[in-house]
């Protein structure tokens, strides 16, 4: 079945720093692919979105593009902040496998002043 | 701004006892889902619904209970908490067009004693 596997964390960045969390998928059909935050004591916010192949998502500075070729949707910043802190999950959703959407096990990462 | 709501946002309760989560949305979405969050972060689904009267059980086998009388309501019942069944609650909502796109509420953490 689809899958999301999603690079172990925790990540501890300075601020300013780049940042890079891997995502890849595996999926018969041909998904969409999202990344959700979750801030402390909150629930998921939708952060950026691709629905074909070489498609870019880009949202508060945050960005991804879906790479068929490598199966992958890695999420990139070029200088986090401290209020990046929290966790991110990929996601992918699939009309073949019904309105549900499979979510990766979650990034944290933490950003030093 | 998404408008999904979950009620209590905390809950501490002993084994044995029938609870309810409710998580209502004034957004108008068909589909609801729960998820339960587990410490490591990983989200399950537990259930779904594609409508009023629609319930179906998730890919993780809950002891839990939907209903769906209503489109703005989802509540979640354990007719018998055990302490198993602390974790973090997650209701979220898509509407048809972009189902795939999930509002998610701020959640309820349930810890059974």
């Known amino acids: 079945g689809d899958s999301v596997t999603q690079m172990e964390g925790p990540v501890t960045l300075s601020e300013e720093a780049f940042l890079t969390i891997n995502c890849t998928y595996t999926?018969?059909?041909?998904?969409?692919l999202f990344w959700y935050v979750q801030y402390p004591g909150e629930g998921l916010q939708l952060l950026l979105k691709?629905?074909?192949?070489?498609d870019k998502g880009s949202n508060k500075g945050f960005e991804a593009t879906y790479r068929k070729e490598t199966t992958s949707f890695h999420l990139e910043k070029g200088s986090v902040q401290v209020s990046d802190s929290a966790v991110y999950f990929c996601?992918?959703?699939?009309?073949?496998?019904?309105?549900?959407?499979?979510f990766g096990a979650g990034t944290r990462l933490f950003v030093k002043a | 701004e998404a408008d999904i709501y979950q009620t209590p946002r905390y809950l501490v309760i002993g084994t044995g006892k029938k609870i309810t989560l409710e998580c209502s949305q004034t957004?108008?979405?068909?589909?609801m889902y729960w998820y339960q969050q587990d410490p490591g972060m990983e989200l399950h689904l537990i259930h779904y619904?594609?409508?009023?009267?629609?319930?179906e059980k998730g890919d993780l086998s809950s002891e839990s209970t939907v209903s769906r009388i209503r489109t703005e309501h989802f509540p979640l019942t354990l007719e018998s908490a055990r302490p198993s069944h602390t974790s973090q609650y997650l209701c979220?909502?898509?509407?048809?067009?972009?189902?795939?796109?999930?509002?998610f509420g701020p959640g309820t953490r349930l810890t059974v004693t």
């Open positions: 957004m108008g979405h068909d589909k």
């Open positions: 979220a909502s898509s509407e048809t067009d972009r189902w795939d796109e999930q509002y």
């Open positions: 619904s594609y409508g009023v009267n629609s319930t």
């Open positions: 691709a629905t074909k192949a070489d």
């Open positions: 999926a018969t059909g041909y998904p969409s």
């Open positions: 996601a992918l959703s699939d009309r073949g496998g019904g309105f549900k959407t499979i």
